[in-house]
């Protein structure tokens, strides 16, 4: 579904990320995990386009993404939550749904405000309320739905559990089982190790812009060295 093959990639002189490969499979939930500066954003960032790298391959089903711009990336149904959520504040929980509104997608789910709605109850009760109005937590289910509502084939979120409350972060992590349930796949760039075990499948670690761990969380917990070296804070 996704691959990244040797990605080089740099903010001015300052190389980020270095020769980092790594795949994300049909249908499953990867955390990428790491400290603060380890990379993980400017990953995400890579993929979407908005850091545009200096060498290597980052494929998208067929199609190399590398040679596009972001919206094309977008179009092609790669969801993109940043970090930031980027909500517009003066339009309506529903308002908002709609400039996320895109046609159907063959072979994905076809999301509606209905469908999203029962999936964040939260925003269901607030509909009218616009995006100004709602706690951190609540936009950023928004900031996911809005995205859902493009119907991807692929979600890239950043940091979704940064900031929140510790009852949001669960109910996110119900919200991202559920997701996977569909079948969509999610690559999450985290670094709550708690959150991640809760949802993904598998954990890739990175540090400095470098690969150090792909694998199970089963490998992980057998390998306390590499938590210990490049997690704990």
Do not use: C
Not at 55 to 67: I, K, N, P, Q, Y
Not at 106 to 128: H, K, Q, S, Y
Not at 155 to 177: F, N, Y
């Amino acid at each position: 579904m996704l691959e990244l093959e040797d990605v080089n990639s740099f903010y001015g002189r300052a190389h980020i990320l270095r020769d980092l490969s790594f795949k994300v499979g049909e249908g499953e939930v990867v955390s990428l995990l790491g400290r603060n500066g380890a990379g993980k954003t400017t990953t995400v960032k890579s993929i979407m386009q908005l850091v545009k790298p200096a060498s290597g391959s980052v494929r998208f089903e067929d199609s190399e993404l590398t040679a596009l711009p972001t919206h094309r990336v977008a179009k092609l149904g790669v969801g993109y939550v940043p970090e930031e959520r980027r909500i517009f504040t003066d339009l309506t929980i529903s308002e908002n749904l709609e400039v996320g509104r895109q046609p159907p997608r063959e072979g994905v789910i076809e999301w509606t405000t209905e469908l999203l709605f029962e999936l964040f109850p939260n925003l269901a009760e607030r509909r009218d309320n616009r995006g100004k109005a709602l706690s951190g937590g609540e936009q950023q289910m928004l900031s996911i739905a809005r995205t859902l509502m493009g119907n991807p084939r692929l979600l890239l979120l950043d940091e979704p559990s940064e900031g929140i409350a510790p009852v949001i972060v669960e109910q996110m992590a119900k919200t991202i089982l559920k997701i996977k349930s569909e079948g969509l796949p999610v690559l999450i760039s985290e670094q709550n190790l708690h959150f991640a075990r809760l949802v993904s499948d598998r954990a890739i670690i990175i540090e400095s812009g470098v690969k150090k761990f792909d694998g199970y969380f089963e490998q992980l917990d057998a390998q306390p060295e590499i938590r210990e070296a490049y997690l704990s804070v």
